[in-house]
């Protein structure tokens, strides 16, 4: 019995090792701005990327192959996606126009706005 | 530097004389979008408060003065101005109202909103009101959405290099208009890239250090407020070319208000907008149409006049709200 709790006390140690290492890893990836959306668990059949105020929210969004994303423009500016590998290039998206692109290659897409090319994000898409 | 910045500021001051501390009615007038004037006179710029110039007659007796106006948008609808094209012609109303008729406009980019060709056209109506018919395009990001700015260069390049850039020169001043909204690079400002930069340099290769340089672009050609993207990567090189010349004036749009910056004999000024106006630098979450109550609407829309004298090489600048106010009487903000 001794052992078991000694055990059990053991398990729950490196469980709550294991949490604390990924809070830190999830703080440190907010220290640094980076917004990793379902990294875990990766989205599939459709997702959303939205164009709020000059960025795209989220930044950088993690699919599985076959996923069909979709770019909503909420500003009342014009924006546009653009691949940084030209893979896709969308129209100019007026306030409310979308843009969607299916992602059947497992791998990692950057894309901007070519209006404003401040404005960055990126697709990883898994197999 | 320090001594020299002050022996400049002094001159300034003296030059100007007007009672109007120079630096604080910069700092003032930066975001209040109306009114100023400077003068470039032996490469020395002054500025003056716009009722002042007005006053001493800046216009007058100007060996020939040219309109800029910017960042039309025509075929924007929102909130910030549901009637863009009403703005517009209210700017040309007040160009054609001008005491001294204009010998051209310049417009600095953003003529349409989404590059189409019935804002184009419309556009292209409105401006044919004008008194000043000789009209000088360069695009902003919004005019080359089609076709690789197919739609823009057939109607507004013609005679151009690469992707809309050319230069011209008026009774002694030579003109410049660069293309810095094409080929933009991911997570970078505007660019002018390796082509155009080759023809800047050999373009004013021609010309004498004495002769006036104006040099108009849609972005700002200095470094404003890079999050927002309000610059150009690649602007230095441009005006390490300049650098040789008496008197260089950068002319731009863009950011929907007044700024100006002067550096040695550089002097930088962006236009505001006959549209919409946008935030000042960092003042919210981004860029964009800023909403104003509606009667403000035509104090935060303008024009910019440049006046030159060939006499004493100088060019003066006198940015006017489309509501017709002085600046003088909003520089206190």
Redesign the interface.
């Known amino acids: 019995m001794r052992n078991i709790k000694t055990n059990q006390s053991v398990v729950f140690t490196w469980s709550a090792l294991a949490l604390v290492a990924i809070v830190s890893i999830m703080t440190l990836r907010g220290a640094l701005g980076i917004v990793h959306a379902a990294n875990a668990e990766p989205s599939t059949g459709s997702t959303e990327v939205k164009i709020d105020?000059?960025?795209f929210t989220p930044g950088v969004i993690t699919v599985k192959a076959g996923t069909q994303v979709t770019w909503i423009n909420h500003?009342?500016?014009?924006h546009?996606v653009?691949s940084?590998e030209g893979k896709f290039k969308s129209?100019?998206l007026?306030?409310e126009d979308k843009f969607q692109f299916r992602f059947t290659e497992p791998g990692e897409y950057?894309?901007?706005c070519?209006?404003?090319?401040?404005m960055?994000g990126k697709i990883i898409v898994q197999p | 530097m320090a001594n020299k910045k002050d022996l400049i500021d002094q001159n300034l001051q003296d030059l100007n004389n007007d009672g109007v501390d120079r630096r604080g009615f910069l700092k003032c007038m930066a975001w209040a979008g109306t009114g100023l004037v400077w003068t470039l006179s032996g490469g020395i710029p002054v500025s003056r408060a716009f009722a002042k110039t007005t006053e001493k007659g800046g216009s007058k007796g100007s060996d020939f003065s040219f309109v800029q106006i910017s960042d039309s948008h025509i075929g924007?609808n929102?909130?910030?101005n549901p009637d863009v094209t009403a703005t517009l012609q209210v700017a040309i109303d007040r160009i054609n109202a001008m005491p001294h008729k204009p010998d051209f406009i310049i417009h600095t980019g953003d003529l349409s909103?989404?590059?189409k060709p019935s804002e184009f056209d419309t556009l292209d109506q409105a401006l044919k009101g004008a008194t000043a018919k000789q009209v000088y395009f360069v695009p902003g990001?919004?005019d080359m959405?089609?076709d690789n700015g197919e739609q823009y260069l057939q109607r507004y390049g013609k005679g151009t290099k690469g992707s809309g850039w050319y230069s011209f020169d008026q009774k002694g001043v030579h003109f410049v208009g660069l293309v810095n909204?094409v080929n933009?690079?991911?997570?970078?400002?505007g660019s002018l890239g390796h082509e155009q930069l080759e023809w800047l340099e050999d373009d004013l290769k021609a010309h004498s250090a004495s002769t006036p340089i104006v040099m108009f672009a849609h972005i700002p050609l200095w470094t404003i407020y890079?999050?927002?993207?309000w610059g150009t990567d690649d602007s230095e090189q441009a005006l390490s070319y300049v650098k040789r010349f008496g008197s260089v004036t950068v002319l731009n749009g863009h950011i929907h208000q007044v700024m100006q910056k002067v550096e040695g004999k550089l002097s930088f000024h962006t236009a505001m907008s006959t549209a919409f106006p946008q935030p000042a630098p960092g003042t919210a979450?981004?860029?964009?149409?800023m909403k104003v109550p509606a009667e403000q609407l035509q104090k935060v829309l303008g024009i910019t006049d440049v006046n030159y004298l060939v006499s004493g090489k100088s060019l003066a600048i006198v940015d006017s709200p489309l509501d017709g106010s002085s600046a003088s009487s909003k520089a206190a903000g």
């Open positions: 105020n000059f960025a500003d009342d500016i014009p546009t653009d940084t129209a100019a007026d306030t950057p894309f901007f070519r209006m404003h090319p401040k960055t | 924007f929102k909130p910030a909103q989404l590059s990001e919004h959405l089609s909204v933009l690079k991911a997570g970078g400002l890079p999050d927002w993207g979450p981004s860029a964009g149409p």
